[in-house]
Each structure stands twice: as C-alpha cells, then as structure tokens.
C-alpha cells in the first residue's frame, strides 16, 4: 500500500500563477519550466493528498472567484497546454502577478531554499489563507503563525525524467481504469511477462505526476476532505460509511478510511487513485496531438530497453484484487472475426422481438433515453436477448462489460458468452478470479469489479438488477456509471423492476423491451391467496392448515411434483422444516421409506448440497427462506409462500421471483402457486396484479399459444 503526501503549491511564471500539488516540487518545475515557469514556491508542509487536495481546490475556488475572467484561459493567451493545465484536476490559473521582491530580486535560490513572503501580497495572501484552512482542518497548532516556505527554481541542468516509451506503457495499461498504485503496479508488472519488456516500478510515481501535469492522468485521493470533519470515499462516491483509525501509511492519529469498498481494497485519506478516461483516445491519439511539448523535452528509449530488472511489488492481499486491461484492449479488426453471435437454441419469438427492440435503441433512435430496460417474466430467457446489441457494438470495435450481481452467476454466464461469441477471448472477472490482464473487449464480471473501470465501456448490460448486492448500493450504482463511456447506454435486466424503474419509463427517460412470455408459450401461473386467519401451534409443532396438507400432497403423490415451500425466516425454516416432516409420516402421505421434506436457510452450512439435490430431484419438498428464490429451476414445480402477510420480507419483487419458479418447463408449462396467509396485503396484490399484466402482454402481442395448439 503506497501513501501519497505532498504539498500545494504555488507556480509562477510568464506574468501568470496558479496552484499544483507534487509530491516532489523539482519534477514538476523540471516539466514545467520550459513552459515559462521560473518558480514554484510550496505553500503547506508535506501532507496526505486527501488534505493537501481539498486545501488546493479551497484555494482555486477562491482564486477563481476573485478573478473569474482570469481563471478561463482565454484562447487568445493560452495555448493547449494551459488549458490542459487548467482542467486537471485541482489545477487553475491565477490572476497575472505583479513582479516581487521575491521574482525580481535577482537571486537565484537554489532547490528548497527558505524564502519569505515579506514584499510579496500575492504570496502572503494565499499562504495567510493556506494557513487558516490548515487549522481550521486540525491540521496546525491554534499559536502557529506561520512555517517556512520554500522557493524552488530551475538549476539550469537538463535532467531525464523518465523515458517516453515508459510513459506511453503506463497510459496504456491505465487507460479506462481507476487504480490503487499497488494494482497498476500489478497490471504493468504482469504485462512485463508478457511482452519481456521490463518496466522501471521504482519511478511509477514521478511517471504518473508528468502524466497528471500533461492533464492525461488524473490524481485523486481514494478518500477526500470535503470540508473540516468531511469526508467523502471517491472511489464509491458514498460519505456515510467512513472511519478513523491511526494510520501506519501516513502515520497520523487520525486518518480516514472507507468501510463501504473496503473489500475491494482499502481507501484512505493519504492512498492515491489514478485515473485515465477510457473515452478521450489519448492512447490512441498519443504521437499525433497528445504531448508535443512532452515529446520534445523527454527522450524516447528507442529500441534500447531499459536495464533495471523491475522490482518485486507487494502483493495484494484483499480478496477482491484483480487487475486486468479490457480496457486497453486493442479494438478488433474489421471482419476479424464473425461478431454475429451464435445461439445454442433459436430465439422464442417474445425474445426475438425484444432482441430486436433492443438493436433498434441502441442505433440512437430514441437518443434521450441512454438506459433499456428489459423487462422479462420469470424464465422468460433474458441473457441472450442482449447478445444481438452486444455483437452490434463489438462490431463497431466497442467494448463491453456484461454485469451480473454474485461470482457463481459470472461462471456460469462466462461460458454462454464465450459460445455465443467464439472469436472473441471473454476476460473473466471477480474476486479471486485467476484473470487479471486480458486483451479482450467482452467483459464478464461481478458488478463490483466495474469499480476499477473509468469510462472504459460502450455498452454496459447488467443482468438481475433487482437483486443483491446491486439492489440499494449506491456504491454499485456508482461504479457502474463511472465504467461506462460518456453517455454510453446501458441496458438492465430484470424479471422485478423496482419503483424507481418503472417510473424511469413511465416518464420516457427509460425505454422499455419486455419479454412477456416464456419459450413454451404458456402464460404465467398466477398465484392463489389462501387465507389462514390464525395459526396454531402445538408447543413446538406447526399444525399445517388441511387445505395446506391437502395440496401438498396431490403435489407430490399426485402431480409428481416437487414444492418450494418459502418461510420468512431461519427460525420458522426450522420450525416448519421439522412440523411438516413429522406430518409427512401420518396419511394421507405414504409411508415413504425416503425423505420427503429438506429445509433450509443462509446459515445452514449443507444449503449447497440441499439445493443440488432439491435439482436433481431426490426429495420432493424443500422448506427455505427466501435464499433459494432464484437460480433453481426443476422440471415440475409447485410454489407455496408462508406467511406471506410478512411485508417486511415479501416485497411484491420477491413474491414474483418465487412465483416464477412454477411452470418454467416444456415438461409442465403450469403450476400451482399458493400465497398462504392471515391477511392480503398490498405487496401480493401487486404482485398479482403484475402477472395478470404481463400475461396480458404476451395475449396481446401473440406471444401465447392458442389452446388447441398447446393441447397437440
Ligand atoms: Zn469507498
Ligand atoms: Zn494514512
């Protein structure tokens, strides 16, 4: 983990100032000099970059408010480099200095060499100002007026930085990501073994802060001040989760840290993040137009490689590292490869449609609406609806990330896309993930791995929306915004469009594709409400209303079925669990030498061997909590939900979810789905309602099979 301190300073130079942060002042006038800058003098002490970066935009806010006309380059007077300079981050030119004492005193001061202000109101100004911001951040003794500033001009001596061909090796593996330093280590350390070029790790630092006074890279702390006592992650954009802690990096007694995205590594107040917009071709555009001024003052190595054997990094220890350059890859060539997707099964009509609808959003035919929402009834087979606009912007040499919500969901989607698109490598991605640094432009990952994406994405397709940990993070939601390009669509799919959604395309802002209908063509089954007013018990035992039992049993016995049996919680997973076990051992049940009940919940360490054999049909009932309302499909389903009136765990969304897991086979196309409860609430009427709506759907664009077609 590498800390960043460094201090504000002041630049000055051709009748113009304005303020920088380095962490080492004689870089950056060696960079800036011959721009005409003859002196920079550091206006704070060595600080983490989440301070000193929050005292530099104080600082410019203030400057820019004094002299607003100044603070925008006027064209007139400010070539692309000032402006460049201008739009980094912190950075911001200044009103014209008059000539000092300290600029004309003839003196040449050599590195660092203490210099007084006296004489010089625009340097007492902004180190007066320097220094209340200071305290008022705690950041100096209330007695202290002031510490020694320190004046930096050029020696006169021509010094190599750094090569330029080390330079470019950076904004290559940066490009569309927003990286720790250690990471960026990793990816640059990991690309040296592939290509045999080896890379100079030790001057990555002095590397990134030429590239940030170029305005290629920008420098960000991961957690900034946002005021005295503020904070803010700006890896995860969220200010509510923040802690303290004495910091070993930075040595401070206090130094912030963020709990939000601490499993992807951790951010801190004195912890840089380095970012290069995947959307600004810099890489691209690199020996044309990028760094002329770059280009003259800093030689390229030529075909001489570097001589330092690079360095061993430390490793990365978080679970949730892995670093990979799907953003840098190279755009696939014209006809490279057929980019049209291959399907294992055709399409059902209802998915060709939507598949359709989805192409024809995507050439820009409704340009304010940047989001697709594919709305797909439960098992309706929405995944492969996407591949037609995925195939459509890697055609075009775009770059895709393909997001879904858990790692079990990423293995098994990554083989599909790799079917689907044979000619393209799927780079892999999430915690733990053995794939780190691919070249492809396809992007399969867990939603939190779209975290170390800047502007990388053409198209950014997130399946399962609804569901955790997407749902309600505002990090995710975060960190999927940043990895698109701007303005980049994004499709969502789901089977349960949550409110914000549906009004999103109630106002227009969001286009609508819905699925209605499953590839049988059947309609949904619609859920029964069994009212139980009141439910007894027999000291431990539950005693299962007849009705309950009745239709348990003609599941099983009769329809061969098999029954998800949803209770809201771990403590009645059990209860009920252990009541219907005994039940099933008193007729009408049969004597069954087997098991015909299984229960389970998230912290039953067997729930993985009871959902496989719940899928390989070994018993027929499975009492569980809400843990198994996705990813479980049998061939004959029947659906019971338990006190369903327990608004607090049945949302209209997971009632839905757990409804769909009847009738999704050719085998049985239908089931029964049982809504048991003491009283109807407005959660299962919606959710009622939602399905009669999307059978409606399906009835009214065709998608249903007429009943003597099915009967044949
Ligand atoms: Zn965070
Ligand atoms: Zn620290």
């Known amino acids: 983990m590498v800390c960043l301190k460094g201090s504000v300073y002041l630049a000055r130079g051709k009748g113009r100032s304005w303020f920088g942060f380095t962490h080492d002042p004689a870089l950056d006038l060696t960079v800036l000099h ?52 201008a739009r980094t981050l912190g950075w911001g030119l200044l009103e014209p200095a008059e000539p000092t004492v300290a600029e004309t005193g003839g003196q040449e001061y050599a590195y660092g060499r203490p ?217 696939p060539k014209e006809g490279y490869s057929p980019f049209w ?20 959003w995507l050439d820009g035919n409704f340009p304010e609406r940047r989001e697709a929402l594919v709305w797909a009834a439960c098992g309706a ?57 691919g070249t492809s432009p396809l992007v399969a990952a867990t939603t939190h791995q779209a975290i170390r994406f800047y502007r990388a994405f053409d198209l950014v397709v997130l399946d399962e929306v609804d569901a955790f940990p997407y749902q309600g993070s505002a990090m995710l939601y975060h960190a999927v915004a940043r990895s698109r390009k701007r303005a980049g669509p994004v499709i969502l799919m789901t089977a349960t469009p949550d409110a914000q959604m549906k009004c999103e395309v109630r106002s227009k802002r969001m286009q609508l594709v819905s699925i209605p209908a499953r590839h049988h063509g059947q309609p949904l089954p619609v859920p029964q409400i069994l009212l139980e007013k009141e439910w007894r018990w027999d000291r431990e035992q539950l005693i299962f209303p007849e009705k309950l039992l009745t239709f348990l049993h003609r599941s099983v016995e009769g329809d061969l079925s098999q029954v998800f049996l949803f209770v809201p919680s771990v403590f009645l997973a059990h209860r009920v669990g252990e009541s219907l076990k005994a039940a099933t051992r008193l007729p009408p049940f049969n004597d069954f030498k087997g098991t015909w009940v299984e229960y389970s919940h998230s912290r039953d360490p067997d729930r993985e061997a009871k959902r496989q054999r719940f899928s390989r049909q070994l018993f027929p009932i499975f009492v569980t909590t809400s843990i198994m309302e996705r990813g479980i499909t049998v061939p004959r389903a029947n659906v019971v939900v338990l006190f369903a009136e327990n608004e607090r765990i049945y949302d209209e969304r997971t009632l839905i979810q757990m409804a769909g897991r009847a009738g999704r086979s050719t085998e049985r196309p239908y089931g029964d789905v049982w809504f048991v409860a003491t009283k109807i609430t407005a959660a299962m009427q919606e959710a009622v309602d939602t399905i009669h709506w999307l059978n409606g759907q399906a009835q009214k664009q065709g998608f249903l099979l007429s009943e003597e077609k099915a009967a044949q």
């Open 341 to 360: 997707p291959v399907l294992t099964f055709p399409l059902t009509p209802a998915q060709e449609a939507a598949s359709e609808q989805l192409l024809h």
């Open 381 to 437: 087979g929405k995944t492969e609806v996407a591949f037609a606009a995925i195939a459509q912007v890697l055609r075009r040499g775009g770059r895709v990330l393909f997001a879904v919500p858990r790692r079990d969901v990423v293995l098994e989607l990554a083989p599909r896309l790799q079917c689907a698109f044979p000619g393209i490598p799927v780079t892999t991605l999430y915690g733990g993930s053995r794939e780190r640094f």
């Open 34 to 85: 011959p721009e005409g800058v003859d002196s920079l003098v550091s206006l704070t002490p060595n600080l983490p970059i989440g301070i000193a970066l929050y005292i530099l935009q104080r600082l410019r806010a203030e400057a820019e408010k004094k002299n607003p006309a100044d603070f925008q380059p006027r064209p007139s007077q400010t070539g692309r480099f000032w402006r460049k300079l």
């Open 115 to 331: 210099v007084t202000e006296k004489n010089d109101p625009e340097l007492s100004l902004w180190s007066r100002r320097t220094i209340t911001l200071l305290r008022d951040l705690h950041e100096l003794p209330e007695t202290t007026t002031g510490f020694p500033l320190h004046v930096y001009r050029p020696s006169g001596g021509e010094e190599t930085l750094c090569w330029l061909a080390d330079l470019k090796r950076v904004a290559e593996v940066l490009e569309g990501r927003l990286l720790f330093t250690s990471e960026l280590e990793m990816a640059l350390v990991e690309k040296s073994q592939l290509d045999g070029i080896p890379f100079p790790v030790g001057q990555l630092e002095d590397i990134l802060q030429v590239l940030a006074l170029a305005g290629i890279v920008e420098i960000y702390p991961s957690v900034m001040m946002t005021g005295p006592e503020q904070v803010r992650c700006v890896r995860c954009g969220q200010d509510s989760r923040i802690a303290a802690s004495p910091c070993v990096r930075c040595g401070r007694e206090k130094c912030y840290y963020c709990e939000e995205c601490l499993t992807m590594g951790e951010a801190r107040l004195c912890r840089p993040l380095y970012g290069l917009a995947g959307d600004e071709n810099w890489v691209a555009r690199w020996s044309q137009n990028v760094l002329p001024w770059l280009m003259e003052r800093i030689p390229d190595s030529g075909s001489e490689p570097w001589e330092s054997e690079p360095r061993e990094i430390e490793e990365c220890n978080s679970p949730m590292q892995s670093v990979h350059d799907a953003a840098m890859a190279p755009a």
